[in-house]
């Protein structure tokens, strides 16, 4: 892989993903995701951040700093952002390689390298405040930004070119080929990042919204001039539109969320679907915008990013065993997990033989703090006065998504 100049003694390398594994064991990444290291060339070396032994992410590392002049050996400190294994998995091979590295991370940091690879020396812990110096200009400060989204986290800052090295924050899934930079990309592909980076937030970060929030207070001092993550774009044309989409997706957590509704139904026979379609009808009476999610036939990862982003969310599910249908249930549970608090929302569903979702559902969302209209459920097949009720039950829905903050 390529090693792109940000400056010139600080280059991007970057290591393309294709996988058929789950981000994290849970999210699907069906366009990959890049791995992004930095390398910071002072009299000394600084290497910031590493990779896991995933689709040949070590040996891309390995000619991407080969092209700028590197090798693995000739590393003097490696800088750990954040410890999760995407980022250092590969640490026990590269610290054979590399015996005399020195590894500096947050306190909490070293001691996740120590617990997750058994490294006890060559350890430095450095806080906000710290600065190593690698001589020629090349001065590296470090801020500590804990909970985006690991507690040991941390940013790192190179001021003569004002590049950020943010780790997770301000990145995105996808993977980047043989370009890196904002300004390489058209505007299509930055929608399609920009949609990526969406369902990279709220699948991952999103529980920790005001700890973002807290971090970009902390960077507001900061000179930055380019965004450099270790997953996703480099932004140096327009820096602040990463920062700007992480703020927006940070402040959904109280309210200022898009004027939607996030769908997610699931139905055994069509009977569900059928009084959907009729509270469907409601709101696009009103003219608000709407997604539409099945379950279980579409993965939670793609779910979580449009109820993130929608004020408002419709369930349709029909009870199952006396209780809620199963693959909602769990969709809930990382609703609440994920904090998608403080929607406007509808219940609707049908029964067979008895009802009983509506127990379980209200102690699913209880912690969510939704504003519900009374759910609705029918027997069987909704007749017509079932469908006209939803179809107003819909409206109203839309209407409240309209008037909320
Ligand atoms: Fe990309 Fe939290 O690791």
């Known amino acids: 892989?390529?090693?792109?100049?940000?400056?010139?003694?600080?280059?991007?390398?970057?290591?393309?993903?294709?996988?058929?594994?789950?981000?994290?064991?849970?999210?699907?990444?069906?366009?990959?995701?890049?791995?992004?290291?930095?390398?910071?060339?002072?009299?000394?070396?600084?290497?910031?951040?590493?990779?896991?032994?995933w689709g040949g992410a070590p040996a891309a590392l390995e000619t991407g700093l080969s092209q700028a002049g590197v090798m693995l050996a000739d590393v003097d400190y490696l800088v750990l952002n954040h410890l999760e294994p995407d980022h250092t998995g590969w640490l026990a091979d590269f610290r054979r390689i590399n015996p005399k590295v020195r590894i500096l991370a947050t306190a909490k940091g070293v001691e996740l390298?120590?617990?997750?690879?058994?490294?006890?020396?060559?350890?430095?812990?450095?806080?906000?405040?710290?600065?190593?110096?690698?001589?020629?200009?090349?001065?590296?400060?470090?801020?500590?930004?804990?909970?985006?989204h690991w507690p040991e986290t941390m940013v790192t800052f190179e001021p003569s070119s004002g590049t950020l090295f943010s780790c997770d924050a301000f990145g995105s899934f996808g993977m980047l080929g043989d370009r890196v930079f904002d300004d390489q990309f058209n505007p299509r592909e930055l929608e399609r990042f920009e949609a990526e980076t969406l369902r990279y937030y709220s699948n991952i970060v999103a529980s920790f919204g005001p700890f973002v929030r807290r971090a970009i207070d902390k960077l507001a001092g900061l000179d930055v001039r380019v965004v450099a993550p270790s997953h996703g774009i480099v932004w140096r044309k327009e820096p602040r539109r990463i920062v700007e989409l992480y703020s927006k997706y940070a402040s959904y957590l109280d309210g200022n969320r898009e004027k939607e509704i996030c769908v997610i139904w699931g139905s055994m026979y069509g009977n569900t679907e059928r009084g959907l379609a009729a509270a469907i009808r409601g709101i696009e009476d009103e003219g608000v915008r709407f997604t539409m999610h099945r379950v279980p036939n579409e993965d939670l990862s793609y779910i979580l990013s449009d109820a993130y982003k929608s004020e408002g969310i419709l369930v349709a599910m029909p009870t199952y065993e006396y209780k809620m249908f199963p693959p909602m249930a769990y969709v809930l549970d990382m609703l609440a997990r994920k904090h998608v608090n403080g929607r406007s929302a509808l219940r609707i569903g049908s029964w067979g033989w008895v009802g009983g979702a509506k127990k379980e559902y209200d102690e699913a969302i209880a912690a969510l703090k939704w504003d519900s209209i009374e759910s609705l459920e029918w027997a069987g097949v909704p007749d017509e006065a079932v469908l006209a009720d939803l179809r107003e039950r819909g409206r109203e829905l839309a209407r409240r998504v309209k008037a909320a903050k």
Do not use: C, Q
């Open 1 to 53: 892989m390529k090693a792109h100049k940000i400056s010139d003694r600080i280059y991007a390398l970057h290591a393309d993903v294709k996988t058929e594994d789950l981000f994290e064991g849970i999210w699907p990444i069906p366009d990959g995701v890049s791995l992004n290291s930095y390398l910071v060339k002072g009299d000394k070396i600084a290497l910031i951040d590493l990779v896991r032994d």
């Open 113 to 148: 390298v120590k617990a997750f690879y058994k490294v006890e020396d060559g350890l430095e812990a450095v806080k906000t405040g710290d600065s190593l110096d690698l001589g020629s200009g090349m001065v590296l400060s470090f801020v500590e930004a804990p909970n985006v």
